[in-house]
């Protein structure tokens, strides 16, 4: 999405805004708005909740929804841990494609070490 759009929010029955990404952003961090309410912006074509405009991520203390771009959880104050792609929840993911490819590189060093075995 490009951040220069105006975007407005539907919360509570009202339609609210205009409002930068960074000003909702800071609304969800601070607890003002939650995930049952909608988002929409010029180009779009009917309101969509509002965590198709960010990541979410649990916090592993308070088991919270949080922002995948907070650096901690604005409920409790536990750092989220951030991936080795700069976003929170990308550890797992890197982890499993980094055993995937050792698993396949383990495989071909094995039949070739046996392919000698079977001449």
């Not at 409790?76 to 494609?97: D, H, S, Y």
């Amino acid at each position: 999405m490009d951040d220069v759009k105006p975007i407005y929010l539907y919360a509570q029955g009202q339609r609210r805004g205009p409002y930068k990404k960074a000003e909702i952003q800071a609304m969800w961090d601070g607890g003002q708005i939650t995930k049952d309410t909608v988002y929409w912006h010029e180009g779009m074509a009917q309101w969509t909740p509002i965590s198709g405009l960010f990541a979410l991520v649990t916090c592993p203390a308070c088991k919270r929804e949080v922002s995948s771009e907070a650096d901690r959880c604005p409920h409790c104050g536990q750092p989220i841990k951030r991936g080795l792609l700069g976003r929170a929840g990308t550890e797992r993911v890197l982890n499993i494609g980094c055993l995937i490819i050792l698993m396949i590189i383990a495989f071909f060093v094995l039949v070739g070490s046996c392919s000698g075995l079977f001449r």
